[in-house]
């Protein structure tokens, strides 16, 4: 097979598509959360690390509980949690574009990123909002003060 053009080893797919521009949307996507994943990402290490004493140290199972007794906290690592999923399932879609040629094999890649990045946001949303900061039988040095107070 001889290759008329170097630069042009694999055809473009067709761009003669009706509808919204899917990649487009998801380049500007990719910014927009960016943006906000930086904010959210060094907020939550600052409120973690910093502000709290103790640093790193101080993250226990207690911590945590506590945090996510305040809904501000709960919402913020939710949101965190979906962008981030969805921003880096939108980044390997991207990859997966680029380097797959094939469109069987593009579209079962698409799919199962799709999936696992569909799994893991329902888990960690369930996770997080199921969470029980004062569980029967737990050690109570381990919890946080306000469970004593339950």
């Known amino acids: 097979m ?3 053009n170097p630069n042009y080893a694999y055809p473009a797919r ?3 598509r009706k509808g ?5 949307i998801g380049w500007i996507f990719m910014r927009a959360s960016g943006v906000v994943l930086i904010v959210l990402i060094f907020g939550h290490l600052f409120y ?3 502000w709290t004493e103790g640093g790193i140290q101080a993250i226990t199972f207690g911590f945590v509980a506590g945090k996510w007794a305040d809904p501000f906290w709960m919402w913020w690592d939710v949101i965190m ?3 981030a999923f969805i921003h880096g399932s939108n980044g390997m879609r991207t990859v997966i574009n680029d380097y797959v040629h094939k469109e069987g094999i593009r579209k079962v890649l698409i799919g199962a990123v799709v999936v696992a990045a569909a799994v893991l ?3 960690g949303t369930l996770i997080t909002f199921t969470f029980d900061p004062c569980p029967a039988g737990a050690d109570p ?6 469970c004593a107070t339950l």
């Open 2 to 4: 001889t290759i008329d």
């Open 14 to 16: 067709s761009s003669n």
């Open 20 to 24: 919204p521009n899917l990649d487009k």
């Open 48 to 50: 973690n690390l910093i």
């Open 81 to 83: 949690l979906w962008l």
């Open 121 to 123: 946001i329902i888990l």
């Open 141 to 146: 040095e381990l919890l946080p003060s306000f």
